[in-house]
């Protein structure tokens, strides 16, 4: 309840009037030279006044911070933090290798116990009406960004609540022995062990690098919890308006080190689900679709006027047994309700072809994925028998299910039906309680669910970053493991792999993982699903990356092959050479 509390004190701050001043005209004073202004959701926006200077992008979810340190999930991952920030290292998402980012080269020392950046230079924060920074990005800002997270004694680890669910879920604080600055562009990292995952960790959306300076202006002031309700970043695209539910408007940094954007502004709408979001792309009041249904398809194929991407993706939808309750502590129970479940008709009724079953946490994609593995049967007269012979007869459970769609999961409420149709067939009565956003997370911790119907994506290609955030000891703690399943063999392997530098050494490691895993069965694998995005046909430049969503740096607007970037700021660079 601690945490709840501490969520909803979190909400209501974003909610404040302190915070819907950011409701403000554009960024940087290169951008616009407007005064500040309060603007219109964009229900009630001309369409074509954003048309004429940037794009809609639709997405159904919810906004909880702007910054991804202190998220675990949704449109500031999935989204936002590819437009406020930059991160050391970036993932190449088309070769799925580590590329540089705000750190131009590494150095793996001491077998890897040891990292060392060099930092780029020149890299400007974003200038917004609450931060006018002084000086480039550097060293300081890198340790102030990881000291935060990991040093209980960091004055901002307690701001807005102490924690940091992704780097939680990994023992990161445990993890990274020291971070030092060497130089105002070289910094080194001391690690208690070698960890191979490190570079992929902060690779993710979840490790942003934050400006120091304005930590320390706000902590002046005495209004440390800005810091991660008004974001500054060095990304292409800084904050400049937010309604709650409804939109959040991002408006190009004209600074931006890599050139500037190509357009003016982003509107990301999240006022609309479902189908209203479909009629909103056909109609023009959206120009990119995240994650449509897969029911859509047909209709987005047909239109001449959009165009479909689709890409394999870093993610699984599972159901989460509680497996502190019973009777789902019995691991023979958990396997009679697996094969309770036909995998195959939710394939053809939720994703319409554009997923596999998923017969591992894994996706097919990882290095790591146990071509071995076989995916559930479905065979619901064995479920009888073993519930029968286990004298549970009757069995009523609780199905706690998202209403939002995800990547990995387009339609959470039909897939509840059909398990709950599934299950009907052995026996068992299925209560679904739809929950929404973070009230899911809250409430599934206080162990009162028995199943629930979850997964996870991330932008990393190393399989660290699937295990131990969804099935770790230290998950449980950090309000990402579902399933409050503790296994010190598995735990154990998962440190095993970190610890060496070997690619088949660790793929060894995490196929004994995986084995350990089909047999006690903490989560049932559903789906693998493709990346899906649909955009209006004069929408060019966007990037699908299987690992989430990428920079709009190089998004534009094309009509018959005219550009109508309305920039009075000179040539458009998209991006620079390092």
């Avoid at 993710?204 to 120091?212: E, G, K, Q």
């Avoid at 493709?530 to 989430?548: E, N, T, W």
Wanted: aromatic letters at 10%.
């Amino acid at each position: 309840m601690r945490r709840l509390t501490l969520w909803m004190q979190s909400l209501a701050g974003l909610s404040s009037a302190c915070f819907a001043a950011v409701t403000l005209a554009a960024a940087t004073p290169a951008a616009n030279h407007d005064s500040v202004k309060t603007h219109p959701a964009p229900s009630s926006m001309a369409t074509h006044d954003v048309r004429q200077s940037g794009f809609v992008y639709c997405v159904n979810g919810m906004v909880n911070t702007f910054n991804p340190q202190k998220a675990s999930s949704g449109v500031i991952i999935d989204t936002l933090a590819a437009q406020l920030y930059d991160r050391l290292l970036d993932v190449d998402p088309y070769t799925y290798r580590l590329i540089p980012q705000l750190a131009q080269s590494w150095e793996v020392l001491d077998n890897g116990a040891t990292y060392r950046f060099h930092l780029r230079k020149d890299v400007p924060f974003q200038t917004t009406p609450w931060f006018t920074p002084t000086r480039m990005m550097n060293a300081d800002d890198v340790v102030f960004s990881i000291e935060r997270v990991i040093d209980d004694n960091n004055h901002y680890h307690n701001v807005n609540g102490s924690d940091y669910p992704y780097f939680d879920s990994l023992q990161f604080a445990k993890t990274v022995k020291s971070v030092r600055k060497i130089d105002d562009y070289t910094v080194e990292f001391k690690l208690n062990n070698p960890d191979a995952s490190f570079l992929w960790h902060l690779a993710t959306h979840y490790a942003p690098v934050l400006s120091a300076e304005y930590a320390d202006k706000l902590q002046k002031s005495g209004n440390e919890e800005q810091i991660d309700r008004q974001p500054v970043g060095t990304g292409p695209f800084q904050l400049s308006g937010f309604r709650a539910g409804q939109y959040v408007r991002l408006a190009r940094n004209g600074k931006y080190w890599k050139g500037v954007p190509r357009m003016q502004q982003v509107v990301i709408d999240m006022g609309v689900g479902g189908t209203g979001r479909l009629s909103k792309l056909l109609t023009g009041e959206c120009d990119v679709l995240a994650y449509p249904a897969a029911s859509q398809l047909s209709i987005l194929r047909d239109d001449p006027r959009l165009r479909l991407t689709l890409r394999p993706g870093m993610n699984v939808a599972y159901l989460a047994f509680n497996t502190g309750k019973p009777p789902l502590d019995d691991a023979r129970v958990r396997e009679a309700i697996a094969l309770a479940i036909n995998n195959q008709r939710l394939m053809q009724s939720i994703y319409y072809g554009t997923a596999e079953t998923a017969a591992s946490v894994l996706p097919r994609a990882s290095w790591a994925y146990d071509s071995n593995a076989k995916v559930t049967e479905y065979n619901p007269a064995k479920a009888r028998q073993i519930l029968d012979s286990l004298g549970k007869k009757d069995l009523v459970l609780h199905l706690w299910v998202p209403i939002i769609s995800q990547s990995y999961n387009p339609s959470p409420l039909k897939t509840a039906e059909l398990i709950q149709a599934d299950l009907a067939q052995v026996g068992i009565k299925v209560i679904i309680v739809p929950v929404e956003g973070r009230f899911q997370e809250a409430r599934l911790m206080e162990m009162n669910h028995d199943l629930t119907l979850s997964g996870w994506s991330t932008d990393s290609n190393d399989p660290d970053s699937f295990f131990r955030p969804v099935l770790s000891c230290a998950a449980i703690r950090s309000q990402t493991n579902y399933a409050h399943w503790c296994s010190p063999e598995f735990d154990a392997l998962l440190h095993q792999a970190l610890l060496s530098q070997q690619l088949s050494q660790r793929i060894d490691y995490y196929q004994q993982a995986q084995a350990i895993l089909e047999k006690q069965l903490p989560v049932l694998p559903l789906a693998s699903s493709l990346r899906l995005q649909a955009y209006r046909y004069d929408i060019k430049g966007l990037v699908l990356s299987p690992f989430g969503n990428s920079s709009f740096a190089g998004v534009y607007r094309d009509s018959n092959g005219i550009n109508n970037d309305a920039s009075d700021e000179g040539p458009v660079v998209v991006e620079k050479k390092p």
